[in-house]
């Protein structure tokens, strides 16, 4: 669906020939927020694993089961990916 001059949606029939042919994704930046989020997973889990031998034992990630491990070690990727973007926007 593309948007009309009046805001409202056209079907890829109705659209108009400028925007055929373009690609569906416009923002050139898609590869670059794909890199920023998979360098915020290996350093949350990088951090993760460098403080797994001073997490109390119920902190600890056990295979196949969601427990505090797995939260903790997400809480972490998501504050790295928020630093990451914070650190871009000041640039």
Known sequence: MVAGSDGGLLSPIEAPAETIGRPAVS???VLTNLLQALVAVILGNVVYFALIP????AARHRPLHLDLGVILDF???LV???LIRTARRWR
């Open 27 to 29: 923002k050139p930046s």
């Open 54 to 57: 001073s997490l109390p034992p």
């Open 75 to 77: 809480w972490l990727c």
């Open 80 to 82: 790295a990916y928020g």
